[in-house]
T-cell receptor, first 117, second 115 residues
Framework: AQKVTQAQTEISVVEKEDVTLDCVYE???????LFWYKQPPSGELVFLIR??????QNEISGRYSWNFQKSTSSFNFTITASQVVDSAVYFC??????????????FGQGTILTVHP | EAQVTQNPRYLITVTGKKLTVTCSQN?????MSWYRQDPGLGLRQIYY???????DKGDVPEGYKVSRKEKRNFPLILESPSPNQTSLYFC??????????????FGPGTRLTVL
């Protein structure tokens, strides 16, 4: 069975600090996909990134970067120079390639990030 | 504009009063799904549908029903709501193909309170 753990329930930082959100996953599949979503106070889910299990390259998008390490089953998310607008709940999610869990996203518990001015 | 719509966005109801939350997508997606979000638990899948007339249970299906009579619509039905179904509900859709690889598009969410 697939499982995603986000051990940090809440993180509070001051603007311009860097912050890393941790995500650890479990799966028996060799082919799987990892996602990060942002949920701002307005409540909608905003897709941030998708990574497949064969691509361990780190990715950077502006102030956001992701570190995927299969050896530790982790897919961590770093925000550099955080801003107040980054305040949100962040979810890590996993989807397996097939079988009975076709298409299902398994989400972590979410990390509430608060960035103070 | 490609989107998933849900109605209503907010609903307060009482125990036992049947309700339906509608979900519609305009992207011709085969796969649709319902999730509920609860504090500390993240989002959990309730039901999913791989295509018209094909539905199956997710992780937390008890107390819910769904139907998929048309490709674009996937309503979530609570025949006898109870307070433990108070939650934030999301509908999602995606194309078929390589199962888990494709991005799922989420609706705006429906906040349901059952008194």
């Amino acid at each position: 069975a697939q499982k995603v753990t986000q051990a940090q329930t809440e993180i509070s930082v001051v603007e311009k600090e860097d912050v890393t959100l941790d995500c650890v996953y479990e799966t028996r599949d060799t082919t799987y996909y990892l996602f990060w979503y942002k949920q701002p106070p307005s409540g909608e889910l905003v897709f941030l990134i998708r990574r497949n299990s064969f691509d361990e390259q780190n990715e950077i998008s502006g102030r956001y970067s992701w570190n995927f390490q299969k050896s530790t089953s982790s897919f961590n998310f770093t925000i550099t120079a955080s801003q107040v607008v980054d305040s949100a709940v962040y979810f890590c999610a996993l989807s397996e390639a097939g079988g009975t869990s076709y298409g299902k996203l398994t989400f972590g518990q979410g990390t509430i990030l608060t960035v103070h001015p | 504009e490609a989107q998933v719509t849900q109605n209503p966005r907010y609903l307060i109801t009482v125990t036992g009063k049947k309700l339906t939350v509608t979900c519609s997508q305009n992207m011709n997606h085969e796969y649709m799904s319902w999730y509920r979000q609860d504090p500390g638990l993240g989002l959990r899948q309730i039901y999913y549908s791989m295509n018209v007339e094909v539905t199956d249970k997710g992780d937390v299906p008890e107390g819910y029903k769904v139907s998929r009579k048309e490709k674009r619509n996937f309503p979530l039905i609570l025949e006898s709501p109870s307070p433990n179904q108070t939650s934030l509900y999301f509908c999602a859709s995606k194309r078929s193909g390589t199962s888990g690889s494709l991005e799922q598009f989420f609706g705006p969410g429906t906040r349901l309170t059952v008194l």
